[in-house]
Every structure is written in C-alpha cells, then in structure tokens.
C-alpha cells in the first residue's frame, strides 16, 4: 500500500496538537552537515576516471566503474557532445552513455532511501538523431521514466542540459537502475549524461506514521510510506539566492530562486537576515533545508496597515503532469526582523484553489523567531487533461484573527510527484501540443480505510490562547520595517547576477568575452557606430572574421536604469524565440561593462524609413508597410498570448521595429517589459511620448491594451509618414493619434496619408486599415481590439488590397496558416464586421 487515505473527525485539531508538540527545541548548528553514505557520482560515457568538481565530489568516469556491466562496451556506446557556442560544463554533460537495449548499473548500497539524479544534454550524439531518443528509466520496480524525450522536455523547459531528480527505496543492498530505449526500432535509443545516487537521512521525505492533509477533500488524509518513489520537481529557496549543491545540508540538492514562479507582476518583497541563527524543533529534521533557505523570504509587498494585501493573493504557479499526487513541503521561519510575536501574520495557504491552512501563524507554530518549521500537504491533480497543468500555491492573509499585520509569507518551497499506487509509475507524457492517448496516466487510487480518532483539547486551548493575544496585539504600534530590498512590483527586474547567469545559462544565449567585443568593434570604434539611445550605444560588429554581422549594445554603464533594463531584456529575450523579435545571441559583463549582441538587422528601424529615408532610398510600398504591421503584430501577437505567460512590451514605436535584410520586421528593446498577468498591476508610466496610452497615463493601470493603442499609432504613421508627434507650423506639437482623430471624425482622412502612397491603396483596404488603427486608439482599453482581432483585420486587409477589394470566404480565411500560425485566441468575425461598420458611418 503507498497511500493510505484516511478520514479524520477533526484533523485541523489534530494538526494544532502536532504544533505544540513541536515546541521543544534542538540545539543544532545551522550549518550541521549530513554525510551521506553513498554518494556516487558518475560521469557516463567518460574514461576520465578523475574530476573533482567545484562540489567537492570525484566525479569519474563510468567507463572503469564497478557499477556498469562487464560487456558494457557491447550493450552500450559512448559518445562525446558536439561542440557548442553555450557554455554546457564539461562534466557529465560533454559525454553519454547510449543505450540501443537494455542496460543496467548496479549498486551495491545500504538499504534506505536514495537520491538518484540522472542528467541530460540532449545533443546529436555519433550519428544519432536526438528526436529518436526515448527513454525508459526504472529503479527499485519503480518506473521513473517511460518513454521520456529528453530534447521535447528541453525545449518546453527552454533548458539546454537539466537534471531529474527521484527518490526511491533501497529493500536489500542492490540498487539496479536501468536504461531502455521505449520502443523497439532500428534508430531508437536511449542515453544519459551523468547519474548520481546519494543516501538520505532516514524519514526526510517519508512521512511514516504521520498523516498528511489531501487538500480539498475534506479531512481525509494521506500516509506517505517508503515504498513508493517520487520525484523531486521544485526546490526553491523563496526570496533568496540560488543554493548551488555544495551548500546543501549535505545531499547535494540544489535550490533555485522563485521569481519565474511567481503569478504576475507583484513580486511582494524579499526580506533577509543573514546573521540570523536558526534553529530547528524536534520535528524538523536538522536537514531539512540549509539555515539560508529559512534566513530569506519573499512577503507581500505593502505593511503599512496592510489592506492593500487583502486585495490580492501572493501567487506561484507550478506545471506539473495531470493525474498524480503532489506532495507540496512549505518551509517557513520567521526572520527576527519585526514580527515576532503571534497574531502579528497570520495568513491563510491555499493550493489548487483549495484551502490548505486556513489560517497560518509561523510564529504560534514554530514557538518564536528564527526557528525552522516546515509543513507537508497532499494535492491530487486530476487528470481532467492530458499533459502538463499548473499547480497553484496562493498565500493570502487571514482577516478574521485580525493580525497586526496584513501579510503573508514564505521561505522555501519543495514539489514531489508521487508514483501511482499499484504500478509504482512516476512517468508523465512528453510536453506537446499535441493530445496523446495509448499512454494513459492512471490517477492515483484513492482509499478511504478508517477513521482517525481524536481529542478535541487542542482546539479549545487555541481559541483562548488566540483570543488572549488577540487583546494584546491591539495595543501594538507598528514596528520599523526593514526589508533588504524592495523589489517594486516590477516585472522581471533582478539584480542578482545568479539570476542572469541562469536565465543565460538555460537558454540559448552565449556568453561573449569583453575581448570578443572588443574585437567584434575594433575596440568600439567610433566608425562602427549605428546609434545612440537612452540606453547606451550601439555598433555594428562582426564575427568569424567578418562572416556574421552583429549589433552589440552597450549600456550607459552610469545609468542606474540601464542596469535594471539590461537583466529585463536579458531575462525576457533569452526565453522569447519569434520570427517577429529580435534574437539575442549573447551578452557581456564584464569590468563594469554592459552589452548585449543581437543579430543584426541590415534595413535598420522602421522609424528611420518613414521620417528619415535617404535621397537613394524609393519610400516603403503600401504591400511591405502592410507586410511590416503584419509582422509586428505577430511579435506582438507572441507575446500578449504566445508564450506561456503574457509580456507587455510598454514601449511600441517605430524606433524599436527594425527590419531584416529581408524586411521582416522585428520587435526589439525589452527594457521595459513586464511579464504575467496583470490584472491588478498598477505601474509607473514608462513608455514614449506620442505614443503613451491615455488611460495607463491616468489610471496608472498597465494592461497589454497599452501596446494596442501603441500599435495602433505605428499604424498611423506606417499610414501617414509622419511622427507620432511633430512640431507645427506655430510651433505647437502635433500629436498624431489626436490628429487624425479629429480628421477621421471631420471625414477628412484622405488628407492625411503618405503622399507617396495615396494612388496605391484600394479604397476597402484603406478603409479597413484606418478602422483597426482607430480602433487601437480607443480612449478605454476595452473597447480598444485584442492583438488577435489586429493581426486577424490586418491580414484581411491585405487580402483586400491584393484581391481589389474582394471579401475572402471567412472560411477558407479562418484555415489560412499564416493567419493563425501558432494563434489560439482569435475570435475572427465579429470584430471584422463591427469595425467595418465603424468605418463606414
Ligand atoms: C559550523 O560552524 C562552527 C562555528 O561557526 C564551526 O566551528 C564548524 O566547523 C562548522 N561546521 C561545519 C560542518 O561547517
Ligand atoms: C580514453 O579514451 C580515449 C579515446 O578512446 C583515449 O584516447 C584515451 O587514452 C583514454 N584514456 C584513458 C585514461 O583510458
Ligand atoms: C575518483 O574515483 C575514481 C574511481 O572511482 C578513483 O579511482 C579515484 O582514486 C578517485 N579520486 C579521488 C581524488 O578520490
Ligand atoms: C530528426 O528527426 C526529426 C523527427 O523525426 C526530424 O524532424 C529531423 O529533421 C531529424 N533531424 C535530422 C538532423 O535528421
Ligand atoms: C521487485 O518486485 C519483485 C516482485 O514483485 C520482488 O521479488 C523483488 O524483490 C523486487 N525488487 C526490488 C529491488 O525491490
Ligand atoms: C519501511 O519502513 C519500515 C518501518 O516503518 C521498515 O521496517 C522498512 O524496512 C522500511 N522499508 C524500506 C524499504 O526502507
Ligand atoms: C523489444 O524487443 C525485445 C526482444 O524482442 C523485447 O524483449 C522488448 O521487451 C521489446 N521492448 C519494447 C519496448 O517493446
Ligand atoms: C523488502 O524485502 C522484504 C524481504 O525480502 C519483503 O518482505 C518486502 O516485501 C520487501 N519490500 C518491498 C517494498 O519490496
Ligand atoms: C537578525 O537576527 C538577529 C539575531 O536574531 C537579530 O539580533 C537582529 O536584530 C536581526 N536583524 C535585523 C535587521 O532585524
Ligand atoms: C484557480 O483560480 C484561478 C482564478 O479563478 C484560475 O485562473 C485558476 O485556473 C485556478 N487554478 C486551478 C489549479 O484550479
Ligand atoms: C486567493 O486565492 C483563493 C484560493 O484560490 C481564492 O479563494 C481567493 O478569492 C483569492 N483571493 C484574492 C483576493 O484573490
Ligand atoms: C512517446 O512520446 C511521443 C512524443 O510525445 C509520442 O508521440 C508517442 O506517441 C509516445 N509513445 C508512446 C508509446 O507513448
């Protein structure tokens, strides 16, 4: 039996008593190590039999192993990574064991739970084609992977090498773990990179005797016991640094940061104290994570009485495969900073939208500041889809205990997925678009045994404890707040270098030396110089002695702004592929130095061919500025819906549209971005003038609407030729958007478009046109189009201008490829036939 599922009369009592157990105090150092017992690292593919990584550990070869089978050399090859431009270590990753059939390791170890961590690069090996490869893993009559693509997993994680991480249980002194291509074919196989098996202190992870919560179901509960296996899938250090695996308690496990987690633009605060000691209770495994993962915390934002935080929940969100259980451990330690006293937070957790803790006070539970807790909970996610949905953890604080302080917080976060009862499964389906049926996921069994029996003296004693200090929190005044730094709400800001390496180091963006720059611009020659912005300045450099052209950007390094702009775009450009934005190839830091290396874009910024074209140049056809909204308008298209999480790009403009040899427009500039959603983000205005949307200059609220009404003044200037604002005769300045407001509602438009142009365009395509771009700069966001409905009028208008002003059937339209490559919200019709009769009243 893995799950024992049980109905409890009064669980939350029962979890109460659990609390004040727990107040008995351990005196361990909080940089107390673990040793495990075996700690096996292997580096397959390898006969190098000695490396001493920067973890300490020897990370050999598995070539002379003991733990690979005699014939090995007959069962399996061993291959080296082609040589790349990333910056892949060389160990394990460089080399790979690849398995044609079944292949075991064998170790012989201590009975217990191990850690077994199995890395990939998925690369082109020998001859081998990495989209063949799927593999099949099993350890200890566990299935850890079936059929598991390595390169789809990559891809959708946008990871060049990664690591997985499972737990299982040793029975006996054999671990025997096993590769297996997943089907039987001549170019199938299967490969690894490196794998390490590591022992764990006896009851880390397994709960034992102790029940765990199934949240939303009531008061059943779960008892985790040690046959099954997991799979470690999040382990985040909340509010602080990344913990790289030398500094763990000694199991080697890494801590990321939490920021790509985190549902919106709120990022709340970090707050730390780094000389802080912590200790931890008789319940909380000296192991259980390092002392820094309990020293930084994220918290929300606002203390000052706190009711703003009333109004929002602290969000993260967690992809995960349909149909398993989840065991979620929230850390928490209050730092002995300003609350150290119970009811001062109380807050409420929830996951998947179901109330988890009603109502959590760190400080009541754990016995004072600086002490260690951390608290497991159960989580079924449904198989009600195929693939991946997310997990959604939400803290929000609790009112009614009326706390000193609204908020709410965390320390650390730990995601296992659990194997299926029965066939022991922890394999979910490769990230696809695509549904998949033959390999289904069976939901784990619930079991309902018997019911639990408990004493209800716990939830008495809390009522008064709670309404005794209720009476007293009332006489307190608010204390000083020193948070280390506030991390506004803004976006994707960081300034943890960790950070960017990450984003870098995940991605497909190199590092480039400054002396790579240097030569690229023959030492920032002023010659190569292309132009000068706000940001710094930029240069055309070249490559492989002249082969490849690159535009290399280079910070003000004396602008504070520059630096947070610069990790923005580093971080949102590395994640963002489309043929519609720019790609950045790369980046530099060095001495002060901030430069980013794009490819180069030979036709230079849209802007420039509309206000600035040189005498030898013939002005922009109507069927390219056509081609060209199009293009942007997909960029833009990706990234309001595209990619997983909505961007807003705040600063639309033709400066920041520049055109390929081929000009295909690309959107670039992402230093003001902000990513997730935004629903209740208020911000400062930033953006550019002329094409600033009014509302988000009022409201201060910033929705991607901001970018239509952006777009739709490029639409007016690709239409007018004109600047989106312009000094006048009397030297008074034209703003484009109201003027040609005033001429569309005095029926004077004619008079306003590019006098190059005028003869060329088809009356119904005009018409079209300027109805979209008109209705782009509606005053409220609502009532201006979502990008869909632009780039889907758009499209249609330019059937009409190549058709002569023949409708296209809408369903021959709608099947149209290029219309609804990679769209999933278009909602064509009715905005069609709605913005037509706009333009024709
Ligand atoms: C823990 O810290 C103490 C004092 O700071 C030091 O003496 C001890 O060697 C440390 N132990 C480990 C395992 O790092
Ligand atoms: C490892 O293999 C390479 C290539 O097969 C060989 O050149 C080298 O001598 C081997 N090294 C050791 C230590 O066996
Ligand atoms: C590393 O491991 C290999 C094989 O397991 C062993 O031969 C070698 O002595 C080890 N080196 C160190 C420095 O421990
Ligand atoms: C590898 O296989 C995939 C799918 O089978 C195919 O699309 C791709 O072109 C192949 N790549 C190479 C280099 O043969
Ligand atoms: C796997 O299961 C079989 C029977 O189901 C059992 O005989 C064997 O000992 C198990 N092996 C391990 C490693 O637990
Ligand atoms: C599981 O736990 C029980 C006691 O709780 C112990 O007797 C047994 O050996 C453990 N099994 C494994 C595989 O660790
Ligand atoms: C592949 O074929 C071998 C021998 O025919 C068989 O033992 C094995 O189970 C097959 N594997 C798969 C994944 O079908
Ligand atoms: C562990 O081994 C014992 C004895 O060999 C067996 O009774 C027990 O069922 C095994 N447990 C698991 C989980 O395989
Ligand atoms: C950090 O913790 C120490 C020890 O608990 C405490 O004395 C100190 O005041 C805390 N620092 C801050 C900034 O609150
Ligand atoms: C939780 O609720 C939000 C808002 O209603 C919804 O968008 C989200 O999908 C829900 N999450 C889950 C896992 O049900
Ligand atoms: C916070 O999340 C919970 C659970 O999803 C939800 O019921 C509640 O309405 C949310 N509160 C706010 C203010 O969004
Ligand atoms: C294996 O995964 C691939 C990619 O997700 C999928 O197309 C294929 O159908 C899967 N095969 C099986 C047997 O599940």
């Known amino acids: 039996m893995i799950h024992r599922i049980m109905d409890t009369i009064t669980c939350s009592t029962y979890i109460f008593i659990l ?156 671990l025997q773990l096993t590769f297996a291509p997943s089907y039987n074919d001549s170019d199938a196989f299967a490969f690894v990179n490196g794998i390490e098996v590591v022992s764990m202190p006896l009851n880390l992870y397994t709960s034992g005797d102790v029940p765990l919560l199934l949240v939303g179901h009531g008061s059943k509960v779960v008892y985790i016991e040690n046959d099954s296996a997991m799979e470690n899938l999040y382990r985040l250090n909340v509010g602080g640094e990344q913990i790289p695996p030398k500094d763990d308690t000694g199991m080697f496990r890494r801590w990321d940061t939490d920021e790509i987690y985190i549902l919106g633009t709120d990022l709340g605060i970090q707050l730390s104290n780094m000389s802080m000691p912590v200790l931890y209770t008789n319940h909380v495994s000296p192991y259980s994570a390092p002392a820094d993962v309990y020293r930084t915390s994220r918290s929300m934002a606002s203390f000052d009485g706190g009711l703003v935080n ?53 400080i009541a539970w754990s016995g004072g500041p600086g002490i260690a807790v951390y608290r497991d909970y159960v989580v079924l996610v449904p198989h009600v889809i195929e693939g991946k949905q997310d997990l959604w953890l939400d803290l929000h604080p ?33 990230p696809s678009q695509s549904v998949i049926s033959g390999s289904e996921v069976k939901a784990p069994r619930v079991v309902q045994i018997k019911k639990l029996k408990f ?43 960790d950070q960017v390496e990450k984003a870098k180091k995940s991605s497909l963006c190199t590092y480039f030396s400054l002396r790579d720059i240097k030569v690229a611009t023959n030492d920032f020659d002023e010659a190569l110089l292309t132009g000068i912005g706000g940001f710094g300045t930029v240069y055309k450099g070249t490559f492989d002695g002249g082969a490849t052209y690159v535009a290399i950007k280079r910070a003000n390094p004396m602008s504070e702004q520059g630096v947070s702009e610069f990790e923005t775009e580093i971080l949102l450009l590395s994640q963002l592929r489309h043929h519609n934005l720019v790609s950045l190839l790369g980046y530099c830091n060095e001495e002060g130095e901030m430069i980013l290396v794009y490819d180069f874009m030979a036709n230079g910024s849209l802007h420039d061919h509309l206000h600035l074209r040189q005498r030898d140049q013939s002005p922009l056809a109507w069927i390219q500025r056509l081609e ?7 960029g833009l298209h990706y990234l309001h819906t595209g990619t ?3 961007i807003i790009h705040r600063d639309i403009k033709t400066t920041n549209i520049l ?50 009404y952006s777009l739709g003044v490029v639409l007016l200037e690709v239409l007018t030729a004109r600047a989106a604002v312009s000094v006048g005769e009397d030297d008074e300045h034209i703003n484009l958007a109201e003027w ?11 008079q306003i478009v590019d006098p190059n142009l005028k003869e060329n365009i088809i009356k119904e395509c005009f018409e079209l046109y300027l109805g979209v771009a008109m209705k782009c700069l509606a005053e409220r966001g609502v009532a201006r189009p979502s990008i869909g409905e632009v780039l889907e009028n758009l499209v249609l208008a330019m059937h009409l201008q190549k058709n002569e002003g023949t409708v296209p059937d809408r369903n021959v339209h709608k099947n149209d490829n290029a219309v609804l490559q990679g769209n999933s919200d278009l909602t064509p019709g009715v905005e069609f036939s709605e913005i037509m009769m706009h333009t024709a009243r």
């Open 19 to 174: 609390c004040i157990l727990q107040l008995h105090l351990f005196s361990v150092a909080d940089n107390a190590s673990y040793v495990p017992r075996e700690n096996i690292v292997l580096n397959c593919g390898s006969n190098i039999s000695e490396f001493v990584q920067n973890d300490g550990r020897n990370w050999s070869g598995d070539v002379a192993s003991p733990y690979v089978p005699s014939n090995a050399e007959t069962k399996s090859r061993m291959a080296r990574a082609p040589h790349t431009l990333q910056s892949i270590p060389e160990v394990p990753y460089m080399t790979s064991r690849i398995f044609q059939s079944q292949f075991t390791y064998t170790f012989n170890v201590t009975p217990g739970p191990k850690f077994i961590r199995l890395h990939f690069y998925p690369a082109s090996y020998l001859d081998l084609n990495i989209s063949n490869a799927f593999l099949s893993v099993s350890a200890a009559n566990c299935t850890l992977l079936r059929n598991f693509s390595a390169s789809l997993n990559a891809d959708y994680f946008n990871l060049a090498y990664f690591m997985k991480e499972f737990i299982v249980h040793v029975n006996g002194s054999v």
């Open 310 to 362: 009333l109004n929002y929940n602290m969000t993260w969100f967690f992809p995960v495969d349909s149909g398993f259980l989840y065991i979620v451990r929230l850390h928490f330690c209050e730092l002995d900073t300003y609350i150290t006293k119970i009811n001062q937070a109380v807050f409420s957790v929830f996951l998947n939208n179901q109330t988890a803790d009603e109502q959590l006070d760190v």
């Open 398 to 430: 609790y009112k009614d205990s009326k706390p000193m302080y609204y908020t709410s917080y965390l320390n650390g976060v730990e995601i296992f997925k659990l194997s299926n009862f029965g066939d022991k499964n922890l394999a979910g389906l490769n």
């Open 455 to 497: 004493i209800l003296v716990g939830c008495g004693l809390g009522t008064v404890v709670l309404s005794i200090l209720l009476c007293l929190v009332v006489l307190y005044k608010l204390g000083v707040i020193r948070p280390t730094r506030v991390m506004s709400w803004c976006g994707l800001v960081v300034h943890s270098p």
């Open 628 to 634: 060209i909204c199009i293009g942007v308008a997909r």
């Open 644 to 646: 997983k999480h909505r």
């Open 659 to 708: 055109l390929d040899h081929n000009w295909v427009p690309k959107i670039s500039d992402f230093g003001l971005s902000k990513a997730g959603y935004l629903s209740s983000a208020t911000t400062n205005v930033k953006g550019s003038i002329g094409y600033l949307d009014p509302e988000c200059y009022q409201s201060h609220k910033l929705s991607e609407k901001s970018d239509i």
């Open 740 to 750: 040609t407001t005033l001429c569309f509602e005095s029926g004077n438009v004619e």
